[in-house]
């Protein structure tokens, strides 16, 4: 079992691309038919770094130097106005299509994680202060309860995309990873102390 989990979170680093982004597919057959990267997926490999450093299969200063390459590739990824992150980009980031809320949650989640967890194990290194930095800036600049609607027939939804203005698009019920979503939400909406999205927004009403 832990040579299990060992390959597993070397299997992470093959998705990784030179910037710090990592890959959303991988092709099996050695083609380069598979080379947009995915917000999520930089998330997911933050977190595989902390468990490969805890692990030993890298070093906490190389995991570290690893998660702070990949917080600043993430940081020029492109975004709607609100600050919601493109979910498929080239690897620098630029690209087209949707700005996904779920993926941009699973980004910053795993932003956050490897911020603490380096935090704890190198609280003197000025990288990991710097680290702190960087992920604090990646997700204040995302208006998360513009993701959220109080009542949608009846019932809290969130809505799936935004458009590059800052409407959302598309509205799902809250399940599955969505629950991560909503707590970011839930965090804004505390910070915020009111009912209102950050533009000012009726959270009752889509649109």
Same mark, same amino acid.
């Given at each position: ?41 930089? +998330?997911?490999? @933050?977190? %595989?770094?902390?468990? /490969? #450093?805890?692990?030993?299969? !890298?070093?906490?200063?190389? $995991? *570290? =130097? ?43 989640? +795993?932003?956050? @994680?490897? %911020?603490?967890?380096? /935090? #704890?194990?190198?609280?003197? !290194?000025?990288?990991?202060? $710097? *680290? =702190? ?46 629950? @991560? ?27």
């Amino acid at each position: 079992m832990q040579s299990l989990l060992d390959e597993s979170l070397r299997f992470f680093s093959q998705y990784r691309l030179p910037t710090g982004l990592y890959l959303d597919k991988l092709s099996t057959d050695g083609s380069t038919a598979h080379t947009l990267a995915s917000t999520s997926a930089a +998330g997911f490999g @933050l977190i %595989s770094l902390c468990i /490969s #450093a805890e692990r030993g299969i !890298l070093s906490v200063q190389d $995991a *570290l =130097a690893q998660a702070t390459t990949t917080i600043v590739a993430a940081s020029n990824i492109s975004g709607a106005s609100n600050g919601f992150l493109l979910h498929w980009t080239d690897m620098h980031g630029r690209g087209s299509g949707e700005y996904s809320t779920i993926d941009t949650a699973i980004l910053c989640l +795993g932003a956050i @994680l490897a %911020s603490k967890y380096f /935090s #704890a194990k190198e609280p003197a !290194l000025t990288t990991t202060h $710097a *680290l =702190a930095l960087q992920v604090r800036s990646l997700t204040d600049r995302v208006s998360w309860s513009d993701a959220l609607l109080d009542d949608y027939n009846g019932a809290p939804g969130m809505y799936l995309t935004m458009s590059a203005n800052g409407n959302g698009q598309g509205v799902t019920r809250l399940f599955n990873e969505y629950y @991560l979503l909503a707590y970011m939400g839930a965090v804004a909406e505390a910070s915020n102390g009111n009912g209102m999205n950050a533009n000012g927004k009726d959270k009752k009403h889509p649109g």
